[in-house]
């Protein structure tokens, strides 16, 4: 760097240092920075510590407000002018990215204090900057300090978070909404798992504990052999919801679905073999992978369960693995992450599956959640279709009954991604009719308000379940109502997977359901496609025009196992949705809209 350079960026960053500091995410309680359950404080940051922090600009209120109009019409299948008629990133850039000049600004505050270009990136929406610093460098540009934290369960999950507010000079404060990776705390968990009898020197359960016989009565359980027996397989699931288990026509070549990773998920072919084998299925595989995959992981006592579970069902559902399956993988622990790079892929695949979340007030600020929101809406505008497990924790979420009200769940409360609950079989081990799994997230959201596309719905409901409704003040009664749909996700019978290295278990929640349902959309659109017809996208619209062609779940309530919950009821209800998918009908009925 040349010395009139160098002089050049000391006074342009002195100018800023002199300005008035504005807070960012104002509404974040002083006492909650630097504290989260599960996580230690380490130690100070060092310039060996690099952060990647992504700088969210500000939109204009009235190009949300068209984008969210311009979501509603490609996405409702009764609007016959505009539905399936899908806009590109170019289109969405013209339509809601920041103003050049603000991109520049915002870009000129890192440059000053010595960031080097080529650690500054803009996406193609521009509205998100991304920036690579070394952590004290950040202190001092958003003047706030930084430790190292560990998570005293998962010890390789070490994060850099702030103790204390952050801040930008006010000639630049106005133009950001928020700066990710700075305050929130990832949650970290892991999948409920019942390690095969079989296994030498493994725990055996009681099988029974989970309701799964080790001898059902119906076949169906049985086809992934004895380490399986009493499991969901995919003949179970081609059963229940009239699933072809290969695809009935040619994959359309424009077909695919994702699955989104986080908190060391990664996978080994090893297992994806040895499911494919158990199960009869003739192709389980991973056609692309955005990031690197390390499987060693995966020998490290189940580290790889939920990744798996994805990538397992996924391609049962989707066809026998007939439609390629492609993995993200986020080492941020962030939706904002992982969302606003599936916006920025030309490329982009058309159905994406995310077993992620956390409570809403556990998001910290409103701000993230509203800017993840609004990065969904702009994946729906694209044609491309957002399945989300609605959580495991059924009303009460992870925070618990502690505080005496209900938790609803992000994402899967945004209005728009299309959230998933989990369902089980009123009879253990006998395909027919389900019930609410009494741990499927599901409620009302205290952030958004309820969706046009399910005001009616959501109305008839309350009016249904008027006798057996919680009281008023554990739940917000105007909030977006959640999940949208549901499939086989509890615990009466778990699904087969195979993990931890040839390891045939059992595995449950609505990280199991999600998958499922988003491979059998992808399904449905493969019907579109080879129809010469556009992809399904925001499939919400069409879920609560279409209720008839979904098996309608009437029993079961989502308490968590404590005193209250929602029950399932005729209609749409916050434990199941809409109910299970009957792909038969499904398929008839993608073709009329």
Request: with cysteine.
């Amino acid at each position: 760097m040349s010395f009139a350079l160098r002089e050049t960026l000391t006074r342009s960053a002195e100018s800023f240092s002199v300005q008035r500091r504005i807070l960012l995410e104002p509404g974040v309680p002083q006492h909650v920075l630097g504290h989260a359950r599960h996580y230690v404080r380490e130690g100070r940051v060092t310039y060996e510590d690099e952060l990647r922090l992504q700088i969210v600009l500000k939109h204009e209120p009235a190009s949300v407000a068209l984008l969210e109009r311009t979501v509603l019409r490609v996405s409702d299948p009764r609007d016959s002018l505009l539905y399936g008629r899908y806009l590109s990133i170019e289109d969405l850039t013209a339509l809601i990215g920041a103003n050049v000049a603000h991109v520049e600004a915002v870009m000129d505050l890192f440059l000053s204090y010595g960031v080097r270009r080529k650690h500054i990136q803009v996406n193609k929406n521009r509205d998100i900057i991304t920036v690579r610093l070394p952590a004290p460098l950040a202190e001092e540009i958003f003047q706030t300090t930084l430790y190292r934290f560990r998570h005293v369960k998962k010890v390789e999950a070490n994060i850099i978070r702030a103790i204390s507010p952050y801040s930008l000079p006010e000639s630049i404060a106005p133009l950001v909404s928020f700066v990710s990776e700075l305050l929130r705390f990832p949650a970290i968990r892991a999948l409920p798992f019942v390690p095969s009898a079989s296994r030498e020197g493994a725990f055996t359960p009681d099988r029974t504990a989970f309701n799964a016989s080790a001898s059902p009565s119906d076949a169906a359980f049985q086809t992934c052999g004895q380490d399986c027996a009493g499991y969901v397989t995919p003949q179970v699931l081609a059963d229940r919801y009239n699933l072809p288990t290969s695809l009935a026509e040619s994959r359309a070549d424009t077909n695919s679905i994702a699955l989104a990773e986080f908190q060391f998920q990664h996978y080994d072919r090893r297992d994806l073999y040895i499911f494919g084998r158990a199960c009869g299925v003739d192709r389980v595989s991973v056609e692309k992978k955005y990031h690197h995959n390390a499987a060693v992981v995966c020998t490290r006592g189940g580290g790889c369960i939920e990744s798996l579970l994805d990538i397992e069902w996924a391609n049962v559902a989707s066809g026998g693995g007939a439609i390629p399956v492609s993995v993200y993988y986020s080492v941020q622990y962030s939706v904002l992450d992982w969302i606003s790079a599936v916006n920025d892929n030309e490329e982009a695949e058309l159905v994406h599956s995310v077993s992620y979340g956390n409570d809403e007030a556990q998001q910290v600020s409103e701000e993230y959640m509203q800017s993840v929101n609004t990065e969904f809406m702009k994946a729906a505008a694209r044609g491309l279709s957002i399945f989300v497990a609605s959580g495991d924790q059924g009303v009460y979420g992870r925070e618990g009954p502690g505080n005496n009200v209900f938790h609803p769940d992000f994402p899967a409360s945004s209005p728009w991604v299309t959230s998933v609950g989990g369902t089980d079989f009123v009879a253990p081990s006998v395909t027919g009719e389900e019930q609410a799994w009494d741990g499927s997230g599901g409620g009302f959201s205290n952030t958004f308000p309820v969706a046009s596309w399910q005001a009616a719905a959501v109305a008839q409901y309350k009016m249904t379940a008027a006798g057996t409704l919680p009281p008023s003040f554990l739940w917000n009664a105007s909030g977006r109502g959640y999940p949208d749909v549901s499939c086989l996700g509890g615990s009466v019978n778990p699904y087969c997977v195979s993990a931890d290295v040839g390891e045939l278990a059992g595995v449950w929640g609505t990280s199991a359901s999600t998958p499922v349902v988003a491979g059998i959309f992808a399904q449905l659109n493969n019907v579109r496609l080879t129809a010469k017809m556009p992809p399904m996208g925001f499939v919400n619209p069409f879920l609560y025009q279409n209720m008839d062609c979904f098996f309608d779940v009437k029993q079961g309530v989502n308490d968590g196992g404590y005193n209250w919950g929602f029950a399932a009821v005729e209609g749409w209800d916050p434990a199941t949705g809409v109910g299970t998918p009957n792909y038969a009908k499904l398929k008839e009925r993608v073709l009329m809209v």
